[in-house]
Structures are given as structure tokens and as C-alpha cells.
């Protein structure tokens, strides 16, 4: 198992046989591999099939799923069959990899309401149906479930070593911190490798596409696939993403960007894009929009000023993709009238409230401070305005005058972010 090799160079955009390959590199998406060359071959040679697996622990994926799915799009436009696995049955146990506790224990009803919540996103994706290299989606819980204990830990427990998944990173810090680590969460290395060698059963599936987090995870699957099926499987990760400042980003990091419009509006969806770093917009146009490389490195040089007409372009293309034309168009839009215009725009996000509630408990509502001491700092700071006037009182509270003609209010922080206040 390696993570490079001497004979393909990933600087080298040619020296992959297979589309594949050659476009996941040149996107950034090839971090750790199996057997490259092995892989390379299989994707050169016809139609594969590659998975990869979500675990339902919220009702959206969010931006950091966004990277398998489009390594999963990718694959799918070079003739390969994608499988987005739910983790109905993984989802029980919980995965300890890098966490320096247990996730939460989920109920059955609250994991099937979840994978509810993020089947939603891999349609604007994926092409699901019944063709060669349509999608395919399915539950880990149909096979997990009904394992007989002693039976699995006659058939494949005598095929995973404790000092092996002990030296695993994800499982090693977390023990070198003294941090308790269950036995039910020790299982989940061994799930997921059944995971694999039964998509492989059902389905012909030879590949594991995952984040770099996923990486011992994945190994176990490899060698699983080999000492109970002699057969090879692969296995490819790509970085985990960071912002700017090299932290990083996921719903446990309280960073998320989701994908479902009922957590993230089509406008703030739009608004992410449009204010990531400057030094993240090359990577975020490889990662998350579908434009030609030719054209991503015209945006990516341009400089100062005019970075900004390229993170414009990443965020209609970036919003496009996920929430579809429209959206994109209409997020645009507002953003236009909001900082380009009047200054204000009924596509902005709204919330309802009451008409004398305080500037403090809005920020709050809104998610422009995460408590009351911050949303106090942030008037202190003379960061907020309703309707384009500094509040300056932290005391302050909503009036009648405050809501125009529209009959609504403009609640701002800094000044990216907007919302429409409509009275109850």
C-alpha cells in the first residue's frame, strides 16, 4: 500500500493511460493509492465501478462530501459506474477515525430520517437508473444487520490483526491522548471492510473512493477483498479540505457548508463561494465546478482586483452544480442588487420576528453570532446594521420604523452578511 510512485508521476499529467486518472490528477483529487498502475490499467481497459460511503450523522452532507461526489461525478463521466452507499448499518457504531470522542448514538428512526436528508443532494450530482454506468444507491444496514456474530468472527475475524489496526493513525492518536475508545467504535474498521468485499460480491465493485481520513479504513477493505476473495481492489483518497488558514472544515469543526437548501439558502450557498480566500480559488474551481482546466487556469492568474471576477465565476458555477441554473442565477442577482445596487433584495434570506425583539437575540436568530456575548461585541464593534444604519446600542431593539415599505427590516453583519427580518 503506497501513497506515490517512482514510475507515475502525478506532476505529469500524461502519464496516465486512462481519462480517468489523468483528470482526477490534473484536478487535484489524487492524494493516497493502492496499486496506481494497477488502477490505472482496470479504468483504461472498460468500465469499473467505485464507491464510496456516507454516513448518515445529520440530515444534509456538506461541503466536505462534496469532493467524493464529484471524484464519484468524474468517474462517471469516463464511462465508470458510480455507488453512493448509505451508512445505515455503520451508521449504528459511529466512525472514531481522528475524533477525540464518540459520536453520539443515533436511534434506527433518526438514521433512516437522515439518509432521507442526504439523498436529496447526489441527484444534482450523479445520473441514477438502470444503464451501464448510471448510479447506484444502497444501504449497508441490508447486510449489516443480519451478520450472526459468531459467524462473522469465525469467517472474518481471523482476518483483521489488532496490532495492525492498533498502529492506524486514526486510531493510534487517539490512544496516545488517553482519549476512551469503545470496542463497538474499534469494530468500525472492520465493517466498512466488509462494506467493500460485499459491494464487490453484489455488484462488481473494485474501488474505495474516500477523504485522506478514510485511509486505514480503506486498506483494511483491500487486504479483506484479498485474503477472502484473491481478488485485488483499489482504493483512492483525496485530501481532506481546509480553509485558508489550514483548518479543517466539517460539521464537527462548526465550519460546515451544507448542501441542502433547508440548512443553507441558495444566496449564502452562492455568498461561500463568492468570499472564499484568494489563495483557495484555484483549488475550489478544480474541486467544485466542471468548467475546462484551459479555462480555471485563466481565472486562477488573475490578480489582485480582478480575483474577484473569478471567485464570481466559481460561485455561479460552483451554486449551479449543486442547486441548479436558476438558483445560481437568482443568487447572482441578489448579491448584485444587495452590494452593486441598492443595497437591498428580496432574494436575501429572511427570518421572522417580533417587532420588539433586541438587535442582540436577532444576531443570535440570524447565526451571525453564536451568543449573546458575541452578538454584543459585534454592535460594540460597530459591526451591525438594520436597513444600511451602525447600531451602535447594544440595548437596541426592533421599532415599527424599522420595517419599510416591503415590510421588512435589513439586519447586516460586517458586510457580508445580510438577512430580511419580516415581522410576525
Known amino acids: 500500500m503506497k501513497s506515490g510512485s517512482s514510475f507515475y508521476n502525478l506532476e505529469d499529467m500524461t502519464s496516465f493511460k486512462s481519462d480517468t486518472l489523468n483528470i482526477l490528477s490534473e484536478r487535484g483529487f489524487v492524494n493516497q493509492y493502492t496499486d496506481i498502475e494497477g488502477l490505472d490499467k482496470a479504468c483504461a481497459s472498460g468500465s469499473i465501478t467505485a464507491y464510496c460511503g456516507y454516513d448518515p450523522t445529520a440530515d444534509s452532507l456538506h461541503i466536505g462530501h462534496l469532493i467524493t461526489m464529484m471524484m464519484l461525478y468524474w468517474l462517471q463521466q469516463t464511462g465508470h459506474k458510480p455507488i453512493t452507499l448509505m451508512g445505515g448499518g455503520t451508521g449504528m457504531i459511529g466512525d472514531p477515525s481522528f475524533k477525540s470522542e464518540a459520536r453520539p448514538m443515533m436511534t434506527e428512526e433518526k438514521i ?66 488517553e482519549q476512551h475508545l469503545s470496542f463497538l467504535e474499534f469494530n468500525y474498521s472492520i465493517m466498512q471492510a466488509f462494506d467493500f468485499v460485499e459491494l464487490y460480491k453484489k455488484h462488481g465493485c473494485t474501488l474505495q473512493v474516500a477523504g485522506a481520513d478514510q485511509w486505514a479504513n480503506i486498506i483494511s477493505g483491500v487486504e479483506l477483498g484479498r485474503k477472502k476473495q484473491n481478488v485485488t481492489l483499489y482504493g483512492l483518497t483525496a485530501s481532506l479540505l481546509t480553509d485558508a488558514s489550514g483548518r479543517k472544515m466539517g460539521k464537527s469543526e462548526g465550519n460546515a457548508l451544507w448542501l441542502n437548501p433547508n440548512l443553507q439558502s441558495d444566496y449564502d450557498y452562492y455568498q461561500y463561494w463568492r468570499n472564499v480566500d484568494d489563495s483557495m480559488v484555484e483549488k475550489m474551481l478544480k474541486f467544485f465546478t466542471i468548467l475546462p482546466m484551459t479555462e480555471i487556469k485563466k481565472l486562477s492568474a488573475l490578480k489582485d482586483a480582478e480575483i474577484n471576477e473569478a471567485k464570481k465565476v466559481l460561485a455561479f458555477e460552483a451554486t449551479k452544480m449543486m442547486r441548479g441554473a436558476e438558483a445560481a442565477t437568482k443568487a447572482a442577482e441578489t448579491a448584485q442588487q444587495t452590494f452593486g445596487g441598492s443595497g437591498r433584495s428580496e432574494g436575501l434570506p429572511k427570518i421572522t420576528a417580533q417587532e420588539s425583539l433586541s438587535v442582540v437575540d436577532l444576531l443570535v436568530q440570524a447565526e451571525f453570532a453564536a451568543s449573546k456575548g458575541e ?36 439586519l447586516s453583519a460586517g458586510k457580508k452578511r445580510h438577512v430580511l427580518i419580516e415581522r410576525k
Open 375 to 410: 452578538a454584543r461585541k459585534l454592535i460594540q464593534g460597530n459591526g451591525v446594521r438594520i436597513n444600511d444604519v451602525v447600531i451602535t446600542d447594544i440595548n437596541h431593539h426592533l421599532t415599527s420604523a424599522d420595517f419599510q415599505t416591503d415590510e421588512a427590516a435589513k
Open 112 to 177: 433512516a430520517s437522515n439518509i432521507e436528508g442526504i439523498k436529496k443532494a447526489f441527484g444534482s450530482i450523479l445520473k441514477y437508473g438502470s444503464g451501464k454506468t448510471d448510479a447506484l444507491m444502497v444501504n449497508n444496514a441490508d447486510w449489516l444487520k443480519t451478520l450472526g456474530y459468531i459467524d462473522f468472527l469465525r469467517d472474518y475475524g481471523m482476518h483483521f490483526s489488532v496490532n495492525r489496526m492498533l498502529s492506524f493513525d486514526s486510531v493510534k492518536l487517539r490512544l496516545e491522548r
